[in-house]
C-alpha cells in the first residue's frame, strides 16, 4: 500500500489589495487622543484627592500610549510607490493607494518602489553561434508588476533582474551569429528588431518568478572583439566588394544585349555575318562597362584583322 506523503508545497503568493482606510480621521482621532491624554495627566496632577489622583494619572497615560498606537499604523504612499503589509510573518495584501492610509497597527510595511526603471549590462565578451569572440551590451527597462512576488519569491529582485538580464544576453549571443554566411538567416546585426524581440521574450520567460514586468529591451553595444575585428572587417569589405562587382557585371551584360539588339535592328552593322567582329564588340563594351577606370579611345584606320 502506498502512502502518501503529508508534506504540501506552499503555493506561490500572489499580491491583492491590503485593508487600509484613508488616514486623515485616523491622524484626527490619535491627536485628540494625545491631547485628552495629557489633560487627564494634567488634571490628576492638579488634584489633591490620592484616589483620583491615582485613577486620572495612569488613565491619561493608557489614552496618551492608545493613541501613539494607533497613529503608528499610518502610512504616506507617494505615487509610484506600494507598502507590503505582513502581519506576524504572513502577507496581508499591498497598498497601492497613494496618500495617507491607516491599517493595523501591529502590521510591518515594507516599501516598495513601482516606477520604471533601467538596466544597462556592461560589455560582455561571448562567443556568437559561429565562435567568433563578440562584445555586446543591452539595456532594459523593467518595473516591479506584482510586489508580494518581488517580496517574498526571491532574495533581491533588483539583483535577481541584473543577474538574469546577464544570462539572457549571453545565451541569446550565442544562439545567433554576429552576421549570417547562409542566405535568410537571422543574425545579430542584420536582425535586430526580430533578435531583440527574442531577447524580451527570454527576459520575460526568466523573471517571472520576481513579479517583474519588461517593457523594452534593446542592444546597447554590439561589435567583434578586438583580436578579430581588423580580419572581419576585411572580411566584410571584400563581400561588398564582390557584392558590388556582380552587380555591375549584371547590369554589364543586359547594357550590352541591349546595343547590339538595337544595332540588328537599325541595321547599322550586321554582326551575324562576322562572329569575330560581334565578339570583339562585346569584349569592348565589357571593358568599357566593367572597368574601374576611364576608357582609353584607339582609332582602328584599317580593319579587324589589321
Known amino acids: 500500500m502506498t502512502v502518501a506523503g503529508s508534506t504540501e508545497q506552499a503555493a506561490d503568493v500572489r499580491e491583492f489589495a491590503a485593508r487600509s ?5 485616523a491622524l484626527l482621532s490619535g491627536l485628540v487622543g494625545m491631547v485628552l491624554g495629557a489633560g487627564l495627566i494634567f488634571l490628576g496632577a492638579s488634584m489633591a484627592a490620592t484616589a483620583t489622583k491615582a485613577t486620572l494619572i495612569p488613565l491619561g497615560v493608557l489614552v496618551v500610549l492608545a493613541s501613539v498606537m494607533a ?31 491607516w491599517v493595523n497597527p501591529l502590521t510591518s510595511r515594507e516599501k516598495i518602489s513601482t516606477r520604471v526603471r533601467n538596466h544597462e549590462t556592461a560589455v560582455l565578451k561571448v562567443n556568437d553561434a559561429y565562435g567568433n569572440p563578440i562584445e555586446l551590451a543591452a539595456v532594459v527597462v523593467w518595473r516591479v508588476a506584482d510586489t508580494a512576488r518581488a517580496v517574498f519569491e526571491v532574495e533581491d529582485f533588483t539583483e535577481f533582474v541584473e543577474t538574469q538580464t546577464e544570462a539572457a544576453v549571453r545565451h541569446i549571443a550565442i544562439e545567433y551569429p554576429y552576421d549570417a554566411h547562409e542566405e535568410g538567416g537571422l543574425s545579430l546585426r542584420g536582425n535586430a ?3 531583440t524581440e527574442k531577447l524580451a521574450a527570454e527576459l520575460a520567460t526568466r523573471v517571472e518568478a520576481a513579479g517583474v514586468e519588461i517593457i523594452e529591451s ?10 578579430i575585428a581588423s580580419a572581419m572587417l576585411q572580411r566584410q569589405q571584400a563581400g561588398a566588394v564582390v557584392a558590388a562587382r556582380k552587380q555591375i557585371v549584371e547590369g554589364a551584360v543586359g547594357m550590352v544585349e541591349l546595343a547590339l539588339t538595337r544595332l540588328a535592328e537599325e541595321e547599322i552593322v550586321d554582326l551575324d555575318l562576322d562572329p569575330e567582329r560581334k565578339a570583339s564588340m562585346v569584349s569592348n563594351l565589357m571593358v568599357v562597362l566593367c572597368g574601374d577606370r576611364a576608357a582609353t579611345p584607339v582609332i582602328n584606320t584599317g580593319t579587324l584583322y589589321q
Open 21 to 25: 482606510v484613508g488616514g486623515g480621521l
Open 193 to 195: 528588431e526580430e533578435i
Open 218 to 227: 534593446r542592444f546597447t553595444h554590439l561589435a567583434y572583439a578586438p583580436e
Open 71 to 101: 497613529m503608528s499604523g499610518l502610512n504616506t504612499v507617494a505615487p509610484g510607490e506600494a507598502r507590503v503589509v505582513q502581519l506576524f510573518g504572513r502577507y496581508r495584501g499591498t497598498i497601492r493607494t497613494d496618500g495617507l492610509r
